[in-house]
């Protein structure tokens, strides 16, 4: 029973959940089934769902008290159960629509003929239009769905001959021309790190459009086209307007659709930094705290692990220690509970490896277990380095040592085992360079920093030179 697509789901639930379905299940508009609600109400009396606390034949024993066990019967009722929950989802997300309820409502006031109330739901979405200040693809859609019931309202009525033909026309074209370059921008985005290839009908002719000012008021038609240009030219102007843009239209946007564009720019900001344009770094960094802090990149109260390291790296590389071990501090509780204490381990470590307190880092990356293999391979890393330039040479050897067993043992680590098997190799050669004889070093050392294939070289040479 635990194991089941129903369970699943419910172990899905915030607490908030919890608390509407509790009320969702016993009301009789949304299940008949007085079955159902006891299955339910066995579940949810228990303080934790478990397999062992939910065992079928508890549950049935609470359905069925004083019935010899029957698991046909009982899956009968698990698969009601499960359509009150999907019901429950569905109407979940339904309310979760930006204006959706009203909009359905006014369709319906317009079927039923009521013109009156028609009318007051029209004033009302109106001003929620204008309250809530959206210039997002949903607007124009949402504006498209609204004029269609103007227009049909106004052909009703035989007096009226000016029809809002136009604006239908403008929320529908308004809302392709965004959506097209939006999910244009995304289809790039993806091409670049895979060999997809995708059509996009009538994107030259949207281009067209755009270019020839046609557009120039609409926001969400201009934020797309300028990340379009940014991604498929790699011209940097592009960049720079879509700063501006959010500058300007940033509160017009859902936190949903903002999380899309910042990684998209976030993407290109990668690329360029990775070009050797520093710049680019700046960039990434405050792009990165701007999104985090905005909640753009926490979903369900949760941030990315590798987002929260790719900022602590960029503000090590940009030497702002202060401000990175304030976001650890700040933001160390959005990460998974499992990853956490790996996570915040890991990134203090290699910024106070970057500020050279060897005497903070070295313990705790010691004394850290590693989930992550990879994770554990680059602690390991950072490790030898600290151990190499406090003179810890027995313990270097040590650790070396443990890291070549442990690789062996991994599995389907791809690259990354030939990488650090290097790695290893080279700290031997280093060991070796710098326990050699003064009259030997120079040469050793020549030989070895011209090695084609040697890994982490900026390091080396600075120990080395």
């Known amino acids: 029973m635990y194991e089941s697509k129903l369970i699943e789901i419910l172990l899905s639930f915030s607490t908030t959940e919890i608390q509407y379905f509790n009320k969702w299940y016993r009301s009789p508009i949304a299940n008949q089934h007085e079955k159902v609600t006891l299955l339910f109400d066995f579940i949810y009396s228990k303080r934790h769902i478990t397999p062992i606390s939910i065992k079928k034949e508890k549950a049935f024993a609470h359905i069925f008290p004083n019935k010899k066990f029957d698991i046909k019967e009982l899956r009968y009722v698990m698969s009601y159960a499960l359509t009150v929950v999907e019901d429950f989802l569905g109407y979940q997300s339904f309310l979760q629509q930006r204006n959706a309820a009203a909009l359905q409502l006014l369709a319906n006031y317009q079927k039923r003929n009521l013109p009156v109330h028609t009318n007051a739901v029209i004033d009302d979405i109106s001003k929620q239009f204008k309250n809530q200040n959206y210039s ?62 995708y059509d996009v009908p009538a994107l030259n002719f949207y281009l067209q459009l755009i270019e020839e000012k046609k557009f120039n008021d609409i926001a969400s038609v201009q934020l797309y086209y300028h990340i379009y240009k940014m991604i498929s030219t790699q011209e940097e102007i592009y960049f720079a307007n879509i700063k501006k843009q959010l500058h300007n239209y940033e509160k017009n946007f859902t936190a949903k659709e903002l999380k899309d564009v910042y990684l998209l720019c976030i993407n290109y900001c990668i690329k360029m930094s990775n070009k050797g344009k520093t710049v680019y770094i700046k960039e990434l960094f405050d792009l990165y705290l701007h999104a985090i802090e905005k909640k753009y990149l926490i979903e369900n109260n949760e941030l990315s692990r590798f987002s929260f390291s790719n900022i602590v790296t960029n503000g090590i590389k940009l030497k702002e220690y202060s401000k990175t071990i304030a976001f650890i501090d700040t933001y160390q509780h959005y990460i998974n509970l499992d990853y956490r204490e790996n996570t915040v381990a890991f990134n203090l470590s290699k910024v106070w490896f970057a500020q050279k307190q060897y005497k903070k880092a070295m313990p705790t990356l010691l004394q850290t277990e590693f989930k992550d293999v990879i994770w554990h391979l680059n602690a390991k890393h950072l490790l030898f380095k600290m151990l190499y330039e406090t003179k810890e040479i027995e313990l270097l050897q040590t650790q070396l040592a443990g890291l070549k067993n442990y690789i062996k043992r991994q599995k389907d680590i791809g690259y990354h085992k030939e990488f650090f098997n290097a790695i290893i190799e080279q700290f031997y050669q280093l060991i070796k360079i710098q326990q050699a004889k ?23 040479v600075e120990v080395l030179m």
């Open 136 to 197: 997002d693809s949903t607007y124009h859609l949402e504006q498209f769905e609204l004029e269609k019931i103007k227009y049909e309202i106004a052909s009703n009525n035989k007096r009226i001959t000016t029809l809002n033909i136009q604006e239908v026309f403008n929320a529908l074209h308004h809302f392709t021309i965004s959506e097209t370059l939006r999910w244009t921008c995304i289809a790039l985005s993806h091409q670049q790190i895979s060999d997809s290839q």
């Open 438 to 460: 003064r009259n030997d070093k120079k040469a050793m050392k020549i030989n070895f920093l011209s090695a084609v294939n040697l890994k982490d070289k900026d390091w080396f």
